[in-house]
T-cell receptor, first 114, second 117 residues
Framework: SQKIEQNSEALNIQEGKTATLTCNYT??????LQWYRQDPGRGPVFLLL?????KEKRKERLKVTFDTTLKQSLFHITASQPADSATYLC?????????????FGQGTTLQVKP | GAGVSQSPSNKVTEKGKDVELRCDPI?????LYWYRQSLGQGLEFLIY????????KSGLPSDRFSAERTGGSVSTLTIQRTQQEDSAVYLC???????????????FGEGSRLTVL
């Protein structure tokens, strides 16, 4: 069956360290993958999109990698800050044409302690 | 408006009643999505509209759920004969891209929190 798996356990790290979140998928062949941030009681907010032919994408302190062989994306936040504390969701398009419908993982909650 | 607008923000209803949730997408966005999020859970896909194409209803959990999008803009999600397990936050999102190409960035509303007593 098709699955998108993110670590359901919260990730607790110290301020200033690098946070690394994982997104694994099975039985999908996505042409790209997206990452979103969600704060409590709010809708998700888009962060980054990475395509299958891109190994790595960066935006400020954020870095995303995409390994289509391992069927995995890693999301890194360097020099983490308490304000980075939130739930982070990965999402990919479902279907052979990779159009339209985005399916989300369960999300991983990150807690950055000062 | 500047963003995706959803109403009501909170709805409390009794089991067996029908409810309607409304979504106003960003003007010009051709794609519109409905997701459901139960407490502490991820986003569950419900339905997807893209332009004038037939909607993808593959995520609707039962025939009590339906949605329409009028004039390619406003969408209404209707839940008939609500059950307690329907209690969740219902999120709407819109996007510019999607027709024949990859979905672009999704812009989400703040959600409608439904509580069924």
């Amino acid at each position: 069956s098709q699955k998108i798996e993110q670590n359901s356990e919260a990730l607790n790290i110290q301020e200033g360290k690098t946070a690394t979140l994982t997104c694994n998928y099975t039985n999908y062949s996505p042409a790209y993958l997206q990452w979103y941030r969600q704060d409590p009681g709010r809708g998700p907010v888009f962060l980054l999109l990475i395509r299958e032919n891109e190994k790595e994408k960066r935006k400020e302190r954020l870095k995303v990698t995409f390994d289509t062989t391992l069927k995995q994306s890693l999301f890194h936040i360097t020099a983490s800050q308490p304000a980075d504390s939130a739930t982070y969701l990965c999402a990919l398009a479902h279907g052979s044409s990779n159009t339209g419908k985005l399916i989300f993982g369960q999300g991983t909650t990150l807690q950055v302690k000062p | 408006g500047a963003g995706v607008s959803q109403s009501p923000s909170n709805k409390v209803t009794e089991k067996g009643k029908d409810v309607e949730l409304r979504c106003d997408p960003i003007s010009g966005h051709t794609a519109l999505y409905w997701y459901r999020q139960s407490l502490g859970q991820g986003l569950e896909f419900l339905i997807y509209f893209q332009g004038n194409s037939a909607p993808d209803k593959s995520g609707l959990p039962s025939d009590r759920f339906s949605a329409e999008r009028t004039g390619g803009s406003v969408s209404t999600l209707t839940i008939q004969r609500t059950q307690q397990e329907d209690s969740a936050v219902y999120l709407c999102a819109s996007s510019l891209a999607g027709s024949g190409g990859p979905p672009g960035e999704l812009f989400f509303g703040e959600g409608s929190r439904l509580t069924v007593l």
